[in-house]
């Protein structure tokens, strides 16, 4: 469905929010339960589309999944060859973490998803697997969707220089549950620690050595998950966008609540207080918090190197802010953009451009010349990627006119009611 959203500013933001549970972790409760043997519940799970796909997939592999009290119910016996194919929907996280999952496993199992999602890479997980003795084959010499998992003995290997991609990771540690010995990567740029943090908690033995420059991540082999019950944090990246629209707009003040503040997740922040935003940290336990964000004259700063994966998801609304900056901001080695769910350094670079920013598009990355002054009134043209959507509309709180949002559909894959939600904090 084409949807547009209209949005007239200039406005203001005041008062509190609590953004749907991550999507990263609400995934990877539902692959665990689906490997475990029992009952899993999910509290305050993520209600986008990518995570339904997720629901519907370890429905078609055959656990039986409830909604009972605002909980989902999980209840497994473990993985079954399906009789249909796999819909990834607009989710290349579930798309590549399936395919590592269910490598190990007997059977015959073919994953596809829309035209977005089949057009991303996926050579940096199937060339891994291949080499633990995976049978997957895909479109393109093996780099694109549809991919076919012809379910094989896996061998235990110890992976280095690999993209620096959470999703890849995670695809051969699931692997390597099945494989007959144990499994490693060599991270050098730390990523999110989401899979092997959680597969500790469902009883699978993980290491996880410091080598003084990298990180080993070791799993030992293990069909017998445990069922658990997960709680689900809101969603950093989803914060984000309230965080900045409050940054930059006179006058704002808002409150963003009970959100996951692991160190791999909150770049954005270390950014915009190296930016001069007003932000608090407000601790509720060791990696949830609420962040309290207030009006602020923001200056311009450099986001790159090591600092690219912790931002990556953030990197559209960064953008944003970097725009309303003193001072000219320079992105690099964002090269990962590029295989988004749209070409994010062109649609970035565009939307800045409609709103009247200076902006130079680099292979890499961009150059932003900020100002205080309003955005220009504008049509937005998002190529059907939520964050683009998102991030249009935090920016089009400081136009001083009408901004048209194209496409704007796309955010129901990961914060359906994000725009009454905005709205609802419209002083």
């Known amino acids: 469905m084409n949807l547009s959203w209209k949005l007239a500013g200039p406005l203001r933001l005041a008062g509190e929010v609590r953004p749907p549970g991550d999507k990263s972790i609400s995934h990877r409760c539902v692959l665990l339960s689906l490997l475990a043997n029992g009952r899993s519940e999910i509290f305050s799970i993520s209600k986008g589309g990518d995570v339904n796909s997720t629901l519907g997939i370890v429905e078609a592999l055959g656990a039986v999944v409830s909604e009972t009290d605002g909980r989902i119910v999980i209840e497994s016996k473990g993985i079954q060859e399906p009789r249909k194919i796999l819909d990834v929907g607009n989710?290349?996280?579930?798309?590549?973490?399936?395919?590592?999952?269910?490598?190990?496993?007997?059977?015959?199992?073919?994953?596809?998803?829309?035209?977005?999602?089949?057009?991303?890479?996926?050579?940096?997980?199937?060339?891994?697997?291949?080499?633990?003795?995976?049978?997957?084959?895909?479109?393109?010499?093996?780099?694109?969707?549809?991919?076919?998992?012809?379910?094989?003995?896996?061998?235990g290997h110890e992976f280095s220089g690999l993209p620096a991609s959470a999703q890849v990771k995670s695809a051969i540690l699931l692997a390597g549950l099945r494989a007959d010995s144990p499994t490693s990567v060599i991270e050098v740029v730390s990523t999110r620690p989401h899979t092997e943090e959680m597969l500790q908690e469902v009883g699978v033995d993980v290491e996880i050595v410091?080598?003084?420059?990298?990180?080993?991540?070791?799993?030992?082999?293990?069909?017998?998950?445990?069922?658990?019950?997960?709680?689900?944090?809101?969603?950093?990246?989803?914060?984000?966008?309230f965080v900045v629209g409050a940054l930059i707009t006179p006058r704002s003040e808002v409150l963003?609540?009970?959100?996951?503040?692991?160190?791999?997740?909150?770049?954005?922040?270390?950014?915009?207080?190296?930016?001069?935003?007003?932000?608090?940290?407000?601790?509720?336990?060791?990696?949830?918090?609420?962040?309290?964000?207030?009006?602020?004259?923001?200056?311009?700063?450099?986001?790159?190197?090591?600092?690219?994966?912790?931002?990556?998801?953030?990197?559209?609304?960064?953008?944003?802010?970097?725009?309303?900056?003193?001072?000219?901001?320079?992105?690099?080695?964002?090269?990962?953009?590029?295989?988004?769910?749209?070409?994010?350094?062109?649609?970035?670079?565009?939307?800045?451009?409609?709103?009247?920013v200076d902006v130079e598009e680099h292979k890499d990355g961009m150059v932003i010349t900020g100002s205080d002054g309003p955005f220009r009134p504008s049509v937005i043209e998002t190529k059907f990627d939520h964050r683009i959507a998102m991030s249009a509309a935090i920016g089009s709180l400081v136009a001083d006119g009408e901004v048209e949002i194209r496409d704007a559909s796309s955010v129901d894959t990961s914060y359906p009611g994000f725009l009454a939600v905005l709205l609802s904090l419209v002083g």
């Not at 410091?210 to 944090?233: E, F, M, Q, Y």
């Not at 770049?267 to 207030?294: C, H, N, P, T, W």
């Not at 931002?311 to 295989?339: F, H, K, M, N």
């Open 91 to 155: 989710s290349g996280t579930l798309l590549r973490l399936a395919t590592g999952m269910l490598a190990g496993y007997q059977g015959h199992f073919v994953l596809s998803g829309d035209e977005s999602v089949n057009s991303r890479p996926m050579d940096r997980v199937i060339e891994p697997l291949a080499s633990m003795g995976a049978r997957i084959t895909g479109r393109s010499g093996n780099r694109m969707a549809p991919i076919t998992v012809l379910g094989s003995e896996l061998k």
């Open 210 to 241: 410091d080598l003084g420059g990298s990180t080993r991540i070791t799993v030992h082999p293990n069909s017998s998950l445990k069922a658990k019950s997960w709680r689900v944090p809101s969603d950093p990246s989803q914060a984000a966008f």
């Open 256 to 356: 963003v609540k009970d959100v996951l503040v692991h160190k791999t997740r909150t770049g954005f922040l270390e950014v915009l207080k190296r930016m001069g935003a007003q932000v608090e940290l407000r601790m509720k336990s060791d990696s949830v918090a609420d962040i309290y964000a207030s009006s602020s004259k923001l200056r311009a700063t450099d986001i790159g190197g090591d600092e690219i994966p912790s931002v990556i998801d953030e990197l559209p609304i960064l953008a944003i802010a970097a725009a309303r900056a003193e001072g000219t901001s320079q992105i690099t080695g964002a090269e990962e953009l590029r295989v988004k769910e749209s070409d994010r350094i062109l649609t970035s670079v565009g939307m800045l451009r409609a709103f009247g």
